[in-house]
Every structure is written in C-alpha cells, then in structure tokens.
C-alpha cells in the first residue's frame, strides 16, 4: 500500500478533482444526518481483508456519506459557530498532510514550526500583549482553556506550595462549556458569577467576598470570555484584569470565538485589558477563517507554560541538546505528537496579508448589524438584545419551544437553512429563542430574508 502505482495515480486524480470542486462550490448541498444503521445498508461492509479499492471507497464518501454531513461553510448555515475557512488554507491543509511534518520539536519540524510561530506573533499583536508572551496552535479552544488552566495552578502551586489542595477557578455563567469540562479534567472547583450578560469587576469583587478564607485561599484564576458562545458579550476585561493583579489571581480569556474580532476596528476597544491576561485562548478555526482544527493559546509568561507541559523522557533528550535548540510546542500544551495545524492559517495571512482579515470580520459584524434591522422590520419578529460583535438573538412572538424545534429540523430537512435555538434569561427563568452567528462573508442578504421568511 505504499507503492505507487496506476491504481495511485487514479486516487490522487480523484482526490484532487473532488477537492477542487469542493472549495469552490459556494453553495454546497446542506446535508443531514441519517441514522447509522441507515448509513451501514447503504454503504455496506467497508473494512475488509482485501480492501474494497479506492475507487469504490471514494465513490461510497462522495455519494452517499458526505451527504449525511453538515458543510460548515454554507452561507446558511448560522447555527453554533460556523466556520468559512479560505480556499488558500483549505489548499495548504493538503499541503500540511502532504509534506508529513512532526510539529513537536524543532529539530524535526523548524520550517513549519517557523511559520506557525509567524502565525502566533500576529495573533499576540492582535491582542496587544507584550513581546515576550507567546503561543501554539492546540486542537481548538477546548484544549487551549485546558492548557491555560493546566498553567495557572501549577504556578499557583509552585508559588503557595499547594501541593495537596483542590484548586478553585471563577468564571461567569456566560462562559462556554468547555471551561466546566475541562475544570472537571484537571478536576478543579468551578464556582460562577452569576450572569449571562457581561462579567464586571464588582460582579467578580462580589463573588471573591462571598467565599470563606479558606475557598479564597484555594481560588487560582478567574476566566472571562471575549466574545460569549451564546450573545458574543464580552467581559470587562479591564476592570477584571485589574482586580485579578490585586487579588494575585491568574488572568485568563476565552476568546475562543470573538479573539477573531481583535483585528476589526469597529469593536477592538471592547476587548480592552486583554493586553493584561496571563492566558488568551483564540480559535482561527472559528472566526480566522481556518480549516478545522485549530485554537491557539497564547501566553504572557510562556516559560510557565513550558514548566507545566515539558515532557522528560530518555528518547526526548537529544531534542533539548543544544544542537536541536529551538521552539518546541510540545512544551506549551498537552500534544507531543502533533499536526502542524497553524500552517494553514500561516500560508492563508502570507496570501492574502491582514488587511482581508479585518475586512471579512467586519463583514460579519455587519451582518448581524443588517440581520437585526431586518428583524426589526418584520411585525412578527422581535430581538431579545441587540447584536453583538457577529451573533444575533432574537424571538418568534407566540412560539412555544417545540415550534422552534420543529421550525429548525423542517429547514434542515427541506435543505434551506440549518438555524438553531437557544435559551436567554425571561423573568427569572430561560425563554427559548434563536440565534443567528455570522461568519461566512459570503452569507448575503438573500440568505437572511430567506431564513426570516421561513418564520413567518
Ligand atoms: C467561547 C468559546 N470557548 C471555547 C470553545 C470550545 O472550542 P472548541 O470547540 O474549538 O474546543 C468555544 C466553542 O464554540 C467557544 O465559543
């Protein structure tokens, strides 16, 4: 199978002929799943002793599986976050696979370590921090917040000798999933500022005196988030970030979705103090255009990075010998083996320069600017707050939840739009409502009459 042969010629032609279609096919076939035993009877036995040849494998992908999967790139496809990544780091994606790089060490990855370290100083530019603070792209925001973490207590436990004590972090209810999931990982305490709108100081402050002596004593780091999942609302990273270097407590941001907005003029001031944080986390693979996956997590003090994540063993030595010095991001997050998945970001900033960045962020602020005026327009619709950097929520007056279940499986299903709902606090509880997240610049006007129209 390592041969190559006609029968390899024929895949990589294949290969090739689907991806170029693919990328620049606009307005892909918006699929749905199907059920697995559905999938099993229409492509039938798959692994075998002798291999069904590439052909009849690709066939079976092309036709029949891709169709039971969602492109995250259609123009109308504003559910969760969705991602638009170019068609210069889609292409180097390949290119990545290709070129079979180790992206732990320098010694065997330094050119494309090289780039992906291109990659991070502009992302740490973006977010004002100081020139000694520095990164590495991780699998997504998910494992970046997990390092940040990861980070924060060792340094708290190396700096107070709390060797034995569980570890608290504060963040706000607003804050997205992962940062419980991965507290519950490490296994620390989580404990919530109670609210969906932005995290303040005095919120913080408030929360920090309501503990006991001995809960403050464990308190670590406080999590703000740069742009929430749900309202894409950002904390008061200033005030927060001053009460944090007050209170000896780690800063981190989860601007896992909106640190894409760092490069947009209109919103940048919003993001002031995250020049201030120990940690950032930024996920290109959401609002930086890049293919899947790739987070970052950025560092103030990137050697307390590397005093949390080194890994020592007797195989690694030859990597720290001095004749293989050089930045290994093996060292500032929890891979050793790993993709060099900030390349395609790389090659994609060198092709078409920062300038096309901020204007296709803008684009999405816009749209959510433009979706909600067109809200506003319709009699039977109402937002709940006003957009906020690309995310929109808004309600269907006289809808109950299950007709916004049934309002988003029917646009799926007839392959219009694939929107979903979501909960916002009413009246001391949660209404059930929707959200528009805009990243696609080529989403269009069109696209959002189209939905709305569905509504009606
Ligand atoms: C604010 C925020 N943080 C973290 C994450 C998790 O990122 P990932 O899915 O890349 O692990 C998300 C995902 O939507 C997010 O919006």
Redesign the pocket.
């Known amino acids: 199978m390592h041969q190559i042969d006609i029968d390899t010629v024929e895949m990589t032609l294949d290969v090739m002929k689907y991806a170029i279609n693919r990328i620049s096919n606009t307005q892909p076939e918006l699929g749905a799943p199907k059920k697995e035993e559905e999938l099993k009877k229409l492509v039938g036995e798959t692994i075998t002793p002798d291999g069904i040849g590439s052909e009849k494998a690709f066939k079976l992908f092309r036709d029949i599986l891709v169709k039971a999967t969602v492109p995250i790139d259609h123009p109308r496809h504003l559910a ?2 969705p991602a638009a990544p170019t068609r210069a780091a889609i292409l180097f994606d390949l290119v990545t696979s290709a070129s079979s790089i180790h992206g732990a060490y320098w010694m065997e990855g330094a050119g494309g370590i090289f780039c992906e370290n291109e990659a991070i100083k502009w992302l740490i530019s973006l977010a004002d921090m100081p020139e000694t603070a520095f990164g590495v792209f991780t699998s ?4 970046a ?1 997990l390092s940040a973490m990861v980070t924060a207590r060792e340094n708290w436990r190396k700096k107070n000798g709390q060797e034995q004590s569980k570890g608290i972090v504060i963040t706000s209810s607003g804050a ?1 999933s ?1 940062i419980k999931a991965m507290a519950k990982v490490i296994d620390v305490e989580l404990l919530l500022v109670s609210t969906e709108d932005l995290m303040t100081a005095s919120l913080l402050a408030d929360k920090l005196h309501e503990l006991t002596p001995e809960q403050r004593e464990r308190v670590f780091a406080v999590v703000a ?1 740069g ?3 749900n309202a894409g609302i950002i904390d008061d990273l200033d005030g927060v970030a001053d009460l944090c270097r007050k209170e000896d407590l780690w800063f981190h941001v ?1 601007a ?3 640190g894409g907005a760092l490069v947009a003029d209109s919103v940048r001031d919003k993001f002031n103090g995250i020049e201030k944080a120990d940690s950032v ?1 930024i ?1 290109p ?2 609002w930086l255009f890049s293919p899947y ?1 790739c ?1 970052a997590i950025l560092y103030r003090d990137p050697e307390l990075a590397r005093e949390a994540h080194e890994q020592e063993g007797s195989y690694l030595e030859i990597i720290k010998d001095p004749g293989a010095h050089g930045f290994n991001p093996a060292d500032y997050q929890i891979q050793l083996t790993r993709r060099l998945r900030g390349m395609p970001l790389w090659f994609s900033l060198a092709t078409h320069g920062t300038a096309k960045y901020k204007w296709a962020v803008e684009r999405g602020i816009w749209l959510a600017q433009l979706a909600g005026q067109m809200i506003e327009g319709r009699e039977y619709l109402e937002l709940v707050r006003d957009p906020s950097l690309s995310i929109v929520l808004f309600r269907r007056l006289g809808w109950t939840e299950e007709d916004y279940k049934s309002w988003t499986y029917k646009n799926h299903r007839e392959g219009i739009a694939l929107v979903t709902p979501t909960k916002w606090p009413k009246e001391g509880g949660y209404e059930t409502v929707v959200r528009f997240c805009f990243i696609n610049p080529d989403t269009n006007e069109e696209d959002i009459r189209i939905v709305l129209d569905t509504m009606g």
């Open positions: 969760f976050v997504g925001g998910s494992a917040n997205h992962s988030t742009g929430t999942t989860d896992a979705y909106g986390t996920d693979h959401k996956d987070g």
